[in-house]
């Protein structure tokens, strides 16, 4: 399957629809997820144009590693979350939904369970102020 530029992402990453941005720079743009999976939930999207994982250049993977990393830190520093999972989805099968390469961080925090993939949208209020404490420990 080929990449298709019409995608949400695509669209965020141009500036054509508007996100809780945490950072963004020539490699990537961080954003919080708006169906969070647990509070804090961060999406780093490298801007090079890929479905997933499978079709990704990885000259552009070997970029955005790095920042996947010091964001994963900022947003443990900034929700004090008692562990991180870091997903990544290949594939409606495999339960990808938006077609343009993304990593999830999603805190975990001990006795919650991880909430519905995609499901309930978040408070914008929270998710501002969540993008703001993570943008302040990265
Ligand atoms: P996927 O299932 O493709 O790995 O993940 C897509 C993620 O994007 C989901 O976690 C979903 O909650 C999130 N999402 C879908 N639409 C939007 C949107 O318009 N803005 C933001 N910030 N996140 C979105």
Redesign the pocket.
């Known amino acids: 399957m080929s990449y298709d530029p019409t995608n ?1 992402f695509a669209k ?1 990453l141009k500036g054509e ?1 508007p ?2 941005k945490v950072y963004e720079d020539e490699t990537a743009l961080v ?7 647990s509070r804090g ?1 961060t ?1 780093v999207i490298p801007r090079a144009a890929s479905r997933n994982l499978l079709d990704a250049d990885p000259a552009a993977l070997a970029e955005v590693i790095p920042l996947v990393q010091r964001v994963a830190k900022a947003v443990q520093t900034a929700t004090k979350a008692d562990g991180l999972r870091l ?3 290949n594939e409606a099968p495999a ?5 343009h390469l ?1 990593f ?1 961080i999603i805190p975990a925090y001990e006795g919650i369970a991880l909430g519905a ?2 499901a309930g949208r978040a408070d914008d209020g929270e998710l501002a102020q969540l993008a703001k404490d993570i943008a302040a420990a990265l």
């Open positions: 949400i965020i629809l996100c809780h954003m919080m997820d708006i169906f969070p999976q939930h999406l997903a990544q989805f339960g990808q939904t938006v077609f993304h999830h993939h995609a």
